[in-house]
């Protein structure tokens, strides 16, 4: 026994020196391993508190108070230099309850969350220990290309590997910032460690001048200077593509199992409503469609002809340009609403590649061609639902089941932010008028229509944390109606001005005077009375938007407004008044997901992708893959993981095509995401994989 033990410690020994030998045979540099207490004047704190717990554990806490709560910690001599490394690795543990994510920043100076760093994000499960990393995307030096208006640049004037726009100098690294985005609850991490890792190897590209570069998109948008399978050589190819699909489709004309509407016509039978509606059904929830059959919605976003981008002042980029051509003028037009980027605050002139590509595949009729392949292409691939942002024109053929569209108008609330515009304010007349005229637009449309399933209201709007709405209230000026109601039911509640200031510590001389005030409140102190009016103000927005969508819709389902910040009121009010509550989720699986409410409601996802660089884009959206290969194999993984959830009754693939090789003109995205490229031509590896996980959907959800 004794023999056997020490030649067991003896292999024990050998493997870890080769596994030493191993890790340390790529560069490492070690920046933070928390052996030692780290220097107060190497932290900063805001909303946040951190212990040295010994042994390489540095406890971070967060508190729910801010909007991005974090900690930075500065380079002990003012700066690292990683130029010699290819990545930043940071190691923590999630010791709370509850799962979180947690982002992680690298900084050079001026760093503000867009220039200057790099920012990755990873969820954290609790009691569990992972490692997010970080590409070092740097900036290269005597760039002689200028270029803008684009999420992502090419490789060959120095755009990075990942095809992200923001880098660094990776020989001023000055510190890290570890945060968290409102976080509906206190985030308690220990971080074990942030090493600086692997040799860079610069790109095997060649870095072009710019008599070289330009111009740098063909007449059919595509990029230039490279090549890749599907690449449009000449319009002949174009239309050949034609005759290749119709081959495909006829092969693969759609799952037998369904029915028309692309419920499980071999599964059970409800009662036929003669429209949509959700029911739970073995413990989990389900979409039923007209015909009483079981729904699940795998659906595709911006069916459609997105596909613009800004002419104006990029006239050197584009080769051939067929936009002052007559046959071509109608692809011309003008971009209205710039979020942000080089075009924001202006109308620039855009033209739309994809609408010229379609005219010449298709010829004359290649609006209705074009759409009726649409329909055939969906089913084809194993899809039932045409999802948001979908030209009308494309659902209102009544071929396939989809989800409409409405907006909110009304006066802002004055006070509030958010990365696509401020809040409406709810408490006004207006809110509610605004939703009544555009739900009487859609009457003889999408209202009664038994292939509409519902609708969204909204997108991604700025829920902030549980108290933001109440805050925002507060600092807009005296005639804003959501400030009024605030103030009358802090009247209501303490009657005299010097009670509200002994618990708030303020010192207002009237109710006037708050009114007129500003000022943000204390949130520790006020806390309680922030958020009553915050969970006032979202049970007043889902509630008025319901009323009066069913009043004019009572056939349709109110499918909330696609959360992508959210706290635990905003769900709450989702889940009392949405028949399905939506989530834009991208990431790589969602078998955790957990709703923020409380309520066992059924959910939907409106957005999920992923990307890659290996067609000839710059950009790979929101999630990255290695390859074509790779992206189809995380597309079916996340379906599949969708499909075990028991509250979800659908998700739904951002988007349709990819975005336009230089840049939509909204806010410059140019991400690889679509099911078909800016020619029209699809991925075979993406439908490939959607043929596997949609033909069988409805038995893998049964766990059959």
């Known amino acids: 026994m004794k023999q056997t033990m020490k030649t067991t410690n ?325 971009n209205l609403h710039v979020v942000n980027g080089y075009y924001a605050g202006r109308q620039p002139r855009n033209f739309n590649f994809l609408k010229a590509n379609l005219k010449r595949k298709f010829g004359a009729d290649w609006f209705r061609l074009s759409s009726e392949m649409a329909h055939r292409r969906l089913r084809s691939w194993g899809h039932n639902t045409i999802a948001n942002w979908s030209q009308q024109e ?50 003889g449309k999408t209202v009664d229509d038994p292939w509409c399933i519902g609708y969204f209201v909204d997108n991604e709007i700025a829920w902030g944390d549980d108290v933001s709405l109440a805050i925002a209230s507060l600092k807009s000026p005296k005639e804003q109606a959501a400030k009024i109601e605030f103030v009358n039911d802090l009247k209501a509640k303490y009657g005299d001005i010097g009670k509200l200031n002994a618990v708030w510590g303020t010192v207002h001389a009237s109710w006037e005077a708050l009114l007129e005030s500003r000022e943000a409140p204390d949130k520790g102190k006020a806390v309680d009375d922030l958020r009553a009016f915050y969970a006032k103000f979202a049970a007043t927005y889902f509630r008025t938007i319901r009323d009066a969508l069913k009043a004019v819709a009572p056939h349709q389902l109110y499918v909330g407004c696609r959360f992508a910040w959210v706290n635990k009121l905003a769900a709450e009010a989702a889940g009392t008044y949405c028949d399905i509550v939506s989530y834009n989720i991208y990431k790589h699986d969602v078998s955790s997901f957990k709703h923020s409410g409380s309520k066992d409601v059924p959910l939907i996802i409106g957005e999920f992708h992923f990307g890659a660089l290996d067609r000839g884009m710059f950009h790979t959206g929101l999630v990255t893959t290695a390859n074509q290969q790779d992206r189809a194999n995380h597309y079916k993984s996340y379906v599949e993981s969708v499909l075990r959830h028991p509250q979800f009754v659908g998700c739904h693939w951002f988007k349709y095509r990819d975005e336009p090789t230089t840049g939509r003109g909204l806010d410059g995205e140019n991400y690889q995401i679509g099911f078909a490229d800016i020619v029209d031509t699809p991925y075979p590896e993406i439908i490939n994989a959607s043929r596997a996980v949609g033909y069988d959907m409805y038995k893998y959800r049964m766990g059959e």
């Not at 500065?74 to 947690?102: C, F, H, M």
């Not at 111009?215 to 990029?223: A, E, L, S």
């Not at 595709?300 to 002809?305: P, R, S, T």
């Not at 958010?418 to 809110?431: A, E, I, L, T």
């Open 394 to 443: 494309i659902c209102l053929m009544r071929k396939t089941p989809y989800f409409a569209t409405v907006s909110t108008g009304g006066k802002i609330l004055e006070g509030s932010t958010g990365y696509w515009g401020k809040f409406r304010d709810v408490f006004d007349p207006s809110f509610a008028e605004s939703i009544k005229k555009n739900m009487e637009k859609q009457r």
């Open 10 to 334: 003896s292999c024990a020994i050998a493997f870890n020196m080769l596994l030493c030998a191993l890790l340390y045979a790529q560069p490492t540099m070690v920046l933070y391993d928390f052996k030692e207490p780290v220097p107060k004047q190497l932290v900063e704190h805001r909303q946040a508190s951190t212990k040295w717990l010994g042994k390489g554990r540095f406890h971070v806490h967060l508190d729910v108070q801010g909007q991005w709560p974090g900690i930075t910690l500065n380079a002990p001599n003012g700066k690292w230099d990683l130029t010699p490394y290819a990545n930043i690795s940071i190691t923590l543990k999630n010791v709370g309850e509850r799962k979180q994510t947690i982002g992680f920043r690298v900084d050079n100076p001026g760093a503000n969350g867009t220039t200057n760093c790099l920012q990755e994000k990873i969820e954290l499960v609790p009691g569990k220990i992972s490692t997010l990393t970080v590409p070092i995307a740097r900036k290269v030096e005597n760039m002689t290309v200028n270029l803008f208006g684009m999420r992502g640049y090419p490789a060959e004037v120095g755009g990075s590997k990942t095809g992200f726009t923001k880098t660094v100098d990776p020989s001023n690294i000055i510190g890290f910032l570890v945060f968290a985005a409102s976080p509906a609850y206190p985030v308690d991490v220990e971080v074990e460690s942030i090493v600086a890792h692997d040799e860079y190897v610069a790109p095997k590209v060649k870095l072009l001048k710019a008599e070289e570069f330009f111009p740098f998109i063909d007449t059919y948008g595509q990029y230039i200077h490279r090549d890749w399978p599907g690449k449009v050589k000449d319009a002949a190819d174009l239309v050949a593509r034609i005759s290749q699909e119709e081959k495909e489709l006829v092969a693969h004309p759609g799952p037998a199992s369904w029915d028309k509407w692309g419920g499980w016509a071999d599964g059970p039978s409800f009662d036929a409503t003669g429209f949509f509606r959700t029911m739970k059904y073995n413990g989990k929830w389900w979409l039923v469609d007209p015909d009483g059959k079981l729904f699940f919605s795998h659906g595709i976003d911006c069916v459609g002809l997105e596909g613009s981008t800004p002419i104006e002042d990029r006239e050197t980029w584009f080769k051939d340009f067929v936009g002052n051509e007559p046959e071509f003028k109608d692809c011309n037009g003008k």
